[in-house]
């Protein structure tokens, strides 16, 4: 999964200089991406449409593994 938000990330801001880092919280699958402030608005997007699109997509996957899936975004 971790792969997966780092393809979509990538592809959506056109840079690498992010991190995303996965873990385990009580049964849920916690996804955080560590990014610069100049790329933030471009993964949260316009009234936080992709970021609400990224979460979704990762619910879908999630799912079919049979796990919760959560997205959290830290500026570097």
Known sequence: MKDLLSYLVENITGTKSFEVSEGDEDGKTLMT????????GLIIG?????????RRILSIRGSLEKKVVNISIIER
């Open 46 to 54: 316009k009234e936080g449409k992709t970021i609400k699109n990224l």
């Open 33 to 40: 991406i560590t990014a610069d402030p100049n790329i933030i």
